[in-house]
């Protein structure tokens, strides 16, 4: 193995920072139940009570309209088994008449994709709507799928593949119009560029800790004011009976402490990360010939940068980036020992080729213009033997 490591694959997962886990560490010993009445009881209350602030304060919401779970899964989950209670009679069953169609997109996370299909097989009808070749959103796509029966539409505000951040204003204002709910999965988003549920105007929210610097198994909800949310988990009283278990204090605090330094943060971030994204970008472009960059090109995330090398494999690329000490990521997941290319690269019409040689870098907190440099250097020779040895074939 390199002596010498460079991770550049944050919107996988980051690394806790070194306040988060300091907080974590001093409250390891703050064992008692958030929901009893006695000290030990407050004082855990207390902590989850102030990590509930820090999470409003960063989306500009009050406290009492966040819920933690435990992560983006579990949060976006939550919104889509409401969704079916609302569209469900007393047995259970889908209604026939009402509102019954659900909008999302062909970019979504897995949690959501898979939710949606689920969802599809009670009878659900669900529209995956297209994007352009930046991953925007088609808005006259969406004003095509909504009508009456719209019960409601999910779009993620940052795509965590390409980047491309969505007009979710926009968005939220047609739905609405609509008189359908409307959902945004924001875990790319949030702690990366400015995120106001108040002035999106959406009614579910969806944000994980372990993408903001914080821990594993931890993440919240906010739910607009009058919006419905009927529990994923049912059991005890805690969170307003709408997610029952025991208080995780420890990855409350920690997604706390998470979020109110990224509340702090996120103008230095859109610069200081920008910065090196750019120099990553121009590096390559510079040096390999024959790349492009996918993901728009100018609404996209600080960080997130997606390039594809045709005439190469992404997982060659990886594994050989890897012996050199730098870890990033594919677009491409691998399904059962065959490759299948990414389904977002797929839908902004990148084609086999392009979908297959990709690598996503995404960058964060702790990387240096010298790491970047590193990469810049490192990358060409491998692409270069890599396209080599594919012609021989
Ligand atoms: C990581 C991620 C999730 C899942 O969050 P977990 O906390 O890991 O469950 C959902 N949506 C997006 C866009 C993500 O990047």
Redesign the pocket.
């Known amino acids: 193995m390199a002596e010498r490591r460079i991770y550049i694959d944050y919107?996988a997962t980051t690394p806790l920072k070194e306040a988060v886990k300091a907080g974590m560490i001093r409250d390891l010993d703050v064992y008692g139940n958030a929901s009893s009445m006695h000290s030990s009881g407050r004082l855990a209350h207390a902590r989850v009570e102030a990590a509930r602030r820090a999470v409003g304060e960063l989306l500009g919401a009050s406290p009492e309209n966040i819920i933690f779970t435990?992560?983006?899964?579990?949060s976006?989950n939550t919104v889509f088994q409401t969704m079916r209670r609302l569209a469900s009679g007393p047995d259970g069953r889908l209604v026939s008449q009402g509102r019954t169609e659900i909008i999302t997109t062909s970019i979504e996370?897995p949690?959501?994709l898979n939710s949606a299909a689920f969802l599809q097989t009670l009878g659900f009808t669900v529209h995956f709507l297209p994007v352009d070749p930046y991953g925007k959103v088609r808005l006259d796509a969406l004003k095509a799928a909504l009508n009456e029966r719209t019960l409601f539409v999910s779009v993620?505000m940052a795509?965590?593949e390409i980047g491309t951040i969505q007009d979710i204003r926009e968005i939220t204002a047609l739905v609405k119009a609509a008189g359908a709910w409307m959902h945004t999965?924001a875990?790319?988003a949030v702690g990366k560029i400015p995120v106001n549920v108040a002035e999106l105007g959406v009614d579910y929210l969806?944000l994980?800790?372990?993408?903001i610097y914080g821990p594993?198994?931890i993440?919240a909800l906010y739910i607009r004011k009058g919006a419905p949310l009927f529990p994923l988990i049912h059991g005890g009283h805690q969170e307003d009976s709408l997610r029952a278990g025991t208080y995780n204090n420890i990855g409350i605090l920690g997604l706390g402490t998470a979020a109110e330094l990224a509340a702090g943060e996120v103008h230095r971030y859109g610069t200081e990360i920008a910065a090196l994204r750019e120099q990553l970008r121009d590096g390559l472009l510079a040096r390999v010939p024959n790349i492009t960059i996918n993901g728009h090109p100018q609404e996209v995330l600080p960080n997130t940068l997606n390039v594809s090398f045709p005439g190469a494999e992404g997982e060659s690329i990886l594994l050989s980036m890897d012996l050199k000490g730098i870890e990033a990521s594919t677009g491409s997941a691998c399904a059962s020992g065959s490759l299948e290319p990414s389904h977002v690269l797929m839908a902004i019409g990148a084609g086999p080729e392009r979908a297959h040689g990709s690598i996503r870098f995404s960058l964060g907190w702790g990387l240096t213009a010298e790491d970047i440099e590193y990469i810049i250097e490192t990358v060409p020779p491998i692409i270069e033997r890599l396209r080599a040895m594919s012609t021989i074939v």
Not at 208 to 211: C, L, V, Y
């Open positions: 919107n435990s992560g983006g899964s579990e976006n996370h949690c959501v993620m795509n965590n999965d875990v790319q969806t994980s800790a372990h993408k594993k198994g993440g």
